[in-house]
């Protein structure tokens, strides 16, 4: 195929899980749970005004779909913030050096002021209905061997609850992944080669 003849042209969004000892948001421990869960929580989608007094047409039309999203715990590794029973703590500061490391060594500009913000979620993979990120940096590079990659921006963010099944009325998720903090990559929609996109998939040497 002639890639260039059809325009290729892609970006990547690339997440990485931090390997902190506790979530983002709570002091629940960041690991991944293989033996039964000791209780379950079940909860219906409702659907909320945002900030702008406006009800999101995605959420509207989830809610009316009336499913069913069952939530499997466990008592020493589940907080009340990852059951959405109280707010969020401080920000976790491990992993919060680690995003601003990964900037770093992407050549980003670090923004100076920034605050967490709220994406909504609409598949009940996260018990409140969104998902807390924070823009940590912006307006990156990194070496490969077709030049410089931009990197439009870096944020940190809590990865979301993880799917044991899925049917047409209800899901089944399990909460030891909920709030794990990960890193969130974009590069900029650049990349005119599948060659090129390997690369920055696929590429392990440190980044210079």
Known sequence: MDYNAIGLKAGLEIHQQIDSKEKLFSAAPNYLRSDEPDF???????????????VDAAVEYEAGLGKEFVYEAHNEST???ELDEEPPKEINAEALDEALKV??????E???HTQVMRKTVIDG?????????????????????FGKVAIDSIALEEDSARVVKKEKEHAIYRLDRLGIPLVEISTAPVLNKPEMIKEIISRKEEIK
């Open 103 to 108: 900037a770093l060594l992407m050549n980003c």
């Open 79 to 81: 907080s009340l913030v």
């Open 110 to 112: 670090i923004y100076q």
């Open 40 to 54: 379950v929580v079940k909860r219906r989608l409702h659907r909320v005004a945002g900030e702008t007094g406006e």
């Open 125 to 145: 993979s996260n018990t409140s209905g969104f998902q807390r990120t924070v823009l940590i940096g912006h307006d990156g590079w990194i070496d490969t061997s």
